[in-house]
């Protein structure tokens, strides 16, 4: 069954390789035959006058052929656009990572999806439809096709993309300086609901600190680098399934607890003195306390109740 699957998983991945190259390829000829085609134009014309030139006018009794208005353009256009839409953009990102609810944040989140899936054809047209009649009629110009209108375009277009790397950057790792005493470090983990933020915490306080993964997954690569150079006096670690081997994304077990463990002494985050708790049980690990203790060792099992002072 494994081969089988195994054989089918190389087959859809050859298939879109070859699919891909074709694209690749597809472009490259393009991009070699405008070049190939272009050249003797432009050795007739001079590069110089193509490239420098400040007049377009190929059909006029003595034609002109200079693109830096066009280049220009593009230029203003560009600046424009990231102008606009890079702070729209990333205060959307923010609001999205650090302010709204789980249900608003997916709601969201597959709305820029869609949009960033939508042909840049698609908004030229609307632009030309909506946006170019709109800054006629508002600015009482003849022509509505100005620069203001190809920078109102970009924006809208780029804004997914600026939205989505925005977002997972500010998940990935932030910090919170919290009343100047405490300072939690919140690294997002893998939860079992995409709609919702799995946060541990690193609590540093009068030279101790508490490293709480709670409700997550293994940790993020990230988190080791982060904590290389620290010292973790304790660490509290999600145990929700027990001795059972973990199988799904969103909690972890005596095998993923150890795993942990090995990794942040290989890091050198902790040492032999760093107290390892596993905490956060549930019905699901169907395991006794006394074989909970010899599938942890180095670890201190949690009980209700339990204080620990480090």
Do not use: Q
Not at 142 to 151: N, R, T, V, Y
Not at 167 to 188: K, M, N, Q, S
Request: glycine share 10%.
């Amino acid at each position: 069954m494994k081969d089988k699957k195994r054989v089918f998983e190389a087959a859809v991945h050859g298939i879109f390789l070859i699919l891909g190259l074709i694209t690749v390829g597809c472009v490259l000829l393009i991009t070699v035959y405008l070049v190939a085609a272009g050249i003797p134009a432009i050795r007739e014309i001079g590069l110089g006058k193509f490239l420098l030139g400040k007049k377009w006018a190929s059909t006029a009794a003595e034609p002109s052929y200079g693109i830096l208005p066009f280049i220009l353009t593009s230029i203003y256009g560009t600046a424009g656009a990231m102008l606009l839409g890079v702070p729209v953009g990333f205060l959307t990102a923010v609001y999205l990572s650090k302010a709204a609810p789980p249900k608003v944040k997916a709601v969201m989140e597959t709305a820029v999806s869609l949009l960033a899936g939508i042909p840049s054809v698609v908004y030229g047209l609307v632009g030309m439809l909506v946006l170019v009649p709109g800054v006629r009629k508002l600015f009482g110009v003849p022509d509505g096709a100005s620069l203001l209108a190809a920078i109102v375009v970009l924006a809208v277009m780029i804004l997914p993309s600026i939205v989505k790397v925005s977002v997972t950057a500010l998940d990935a790792v932030h910090c919170i300086d919290h009343e100047g005493t405490e300072y939690p470090v919140t690294f997002r983990g893998k939860t079992y609901y995409r709609a919702e933020r799995a946060l541990i915490y690193l609590i540093e306080k009068d030279g101790r600190a508490l490293l709480y993964g709670h409700d997550t997954d293994e940790l993020d690569p990230r988190v080791y680098e982060y904590l290389k150079g620290k010292r973790l006096d304790l660490v509290s670690l999600d145990c929700t399934n027990g001795a059972k081997l973990t199988t799904y994304v969103g909690h972890m077990g005596a095998d993923k607890n150890l795993k942990v463990r090995a990794a942040l002494l290989e890091c050198g985050a902790a040492d032999e003195s760093t107290i390892f708790v596993a905490n956060h049980f549930s019905h699901n690990g169907a395991i006794s306390y006394e074989a909970l203790e010899e599938a942890l060792p180095g670890f201190k099992i949690s009980y209700d109740s339990m204080e620990i002072e480090f």
